[in-house]
């Protein structure tokens, strides 16, 4: 027992000695298990960065791998659902260079064709001859006397509106006198083409010409006066925008509204005579200033392109309807239209560089000495895809003209759109015989019938559009015209000069 007791007393004298060991070195022991913690903490750490640089190891390769896959497929497919460029599905629009490979083969094919007319005609322009197309007497000048005249014309509708504004002449009387004075304006200057043995036919198209624009604008002067009647009866403060502008913005500095009958003076009517257009208003939108630059470009390019249109229309065309005239008088139709295609390169050149002269040279021209602020004459009308389309737009100052005062006009009394729009026609053809057939002292029908034939045309046109309604179109330009030229020369030579002969 009392070994018992010394082994159990040693055993509890070793545990109190292990007691305070323990709690003498318990600061230390606190700082070593944080330390061990931490480098615990520190290898965790360790373990989660070199997990996330694995991660990313992998991740790096997968990415590779799918980057090889891809080009891989990429290399053994190369197809994919497209359309070709030349189809309309496509959305394909830039056709620059097969624009610029046009032009360069037409400059190459016309050169080839100049220098063959040069080897086989010699130089054929003279400028002298040019003259002589206006004038056949020099002492005599009939063209220029019946330019002179019209201003007789002007001066009469200008009092009788004054004398319709005072109430000294009735509605009725009023447009009886504007009658006569526009039916004098057609029918003189054609009578006096007919009868002056000395008018050439070039000076007969060009007084028919000044005639036949100062009967449209006189007539637009006659109409919008009247409507300004009648708004004055019905007591209306403003003008709508298709008598007047409808504010001073439009206008130059300077410049101040007109209201009726502020407008009937020698200088506004006058003014409206000599401006680009053939619709009447009583305030026309004026541009801040006379650009001298602008001017000077416009009047080089007149003076330019007059020269080339008289240079090849002696050197290139006329060559080619001389040559025409044999197979025109035996009718062999081969030639003949072989003759025609030889002529519509030339022809339609000539037309392209009169309208840019014409249209917007001479116009712009005169726009800009005027300050005339509506400088649209012409439109996208090379874009057209009917023919109607075509007529409403190279020619804008008509095409306003007509829509104002006979084809709206027309629609307000009752008269279908087709109807409206044949009739519309029909005037057209009519000048356009009127200024061919009476110059040249023969009435063939030639340039009538071809302004007709468009009609049909206008009516096809609603079956083809796009690019086929557009190809139409310009197959009718270039061989219509030559066509109806070839006719009138033929005609032409035959009735004067193989009359003479005979």
């Known amino acids: 027992m009392a070994g018992r007791g010394a082994v159990g007393s040693s055993r509890l004298r070793r545990r109190a000695t292990f ?9 230390g022991d606190a700082r070593s298990a944080a330390a061990g ?32 896959r ?59 001859q040019v ?14 006397c019946l330019v002179i005249a019209s201003n007789v014309f002007i001066l009469v509708a200008l009092y009788t509106e004054r004398q319709l504004s005072m109430g000294a002449f009735s509605e009725n009387v009023g447009l009886l006198i504007h009658c006569v004075n526009l ?12 009868m002056i043995p000395s008018m050439t036919p070039v000076g007969g198209v060009f007084a028919l010409g000044t005639y036949t624009i100062l009967l449209l604008k006189l007539y637009s002067y006659k109409d919008v006066n009247r409507w300004c009647r009648e708004l004055s009866v019905a007591k209306a403060k403003t003008l709508s925008r298709s008598l007047s502008c409808p504010s001073d913005q439009l206008l130059g500095p300077g410049e101040r509204q007109v209201y009726y009958p502020g407008n009937l003076s020698i200088r ?15 305030n026309f939108p004026r541009s801040p200033k006379i650009r001298l630059s602008f001017l000077l470009r416009r009047l080089s390019e007149m003076l330019f392109f007059i020269q080339m249109l008289v240079a090849l229309t002696q050197q290139w065309m006329v060559p080619i309807i001389q040559s025409s005239m044999k197979p025109l008088e035996d009718m062999d139709l081969s030639r003949m239209m072989e003759r025609l295609l030889r ?22 021209f005169s726009a800009e000495l005027l300050r005339f602020g509506d400088r649209q004459f012409y439109s996208d009308w090379w874009n057209s895809e009917t023919v109607t389309y075509f007529w409403q737009n190279w020619n804008i100052p008509v095409h306003k003209w007509c829509l104002r005062h006979f084809y709206k006009p027309l629609l307000r009394q009752g008269f ?37 034939a468009q009609l049909p045309l206008a009516f096809v046109g609603h079956f083809l559009r796009g690019n086929y309604g557009n190809a139409v179109v310009w197959i009718s330009l270039i061989i219509g015209q030559p066509f109806a030229v070839l006719m009138y020369v033929h005609d032409y030579y035959v009735t004067h000069y193989r009359m003479e002969s005979d």
């Not at 007691?19 to 600061?27: D, E, G, K």
């Not at 913690?37 to 590779?64: F, I, L, P, W, Y």
Request: charged fraction near 15%.
């Open 19 to 27: 007691s305070a060991v323990r709690a003498a070195l318990q600061p």
């Open 37 to 68: 913690a931490g480098a615990a903490a520190g290898d965790g750490v360790g373990e989660t960065e070199k997990r996330r640089s694995g991660t990313h190891a992998s991740q790096r390769a997968k990415n590779e791998k799918r980057k090889w």
């Open 70 to 128: 891809s080009e891989a497929v990429q290399r053994m497919s190369c197809h994919q659902l497209q359309e070709s460029l030349l189809s309309s599905a496509s959305g394909y629009s830039n056709y620059r260079g097969i624009l610029n490979w046009c032009v360069v083969m037409l400059v190459l094919s016309n050169a080839r064709l100049f220098l063959e007319n040069l080897l086989k005609y010699g130089i054929l322009v003279d400028p002298i």
């Open 131 to 144: 003259i002589s197309l206006f004038v056949k007497d020099p002492y005599s000048w009939p063209a220029a």
């Open 183 to 194: 039916s004098i304006i057609l029918s003189f200057p054609a009578a006096m083409v007919l």
């Open 268 to 282: 506004d009517l006058y003014y409206f005579v000599f401006a680009p257009t053939l619709c009447y208003e009583l």
């Open 343 to 364: 002529l519509a390169v030339p022809n339609h050149l000539l037309w392209l560089m009169f309208f840019y002269w014409f249209f917007h040279s001479s116009l712009n």
């Open 416 to 452: 279908s759109k087709t109807a409206s729009q044949s009739a519309v026609f029909f005037l057209s053809a009519f000048f356009h015989e009127y200024l061919v057939s009476v110059p040249l002292r023969m009435f063939r029908l030639w340039a009538f019938m071809g302004m007709m």
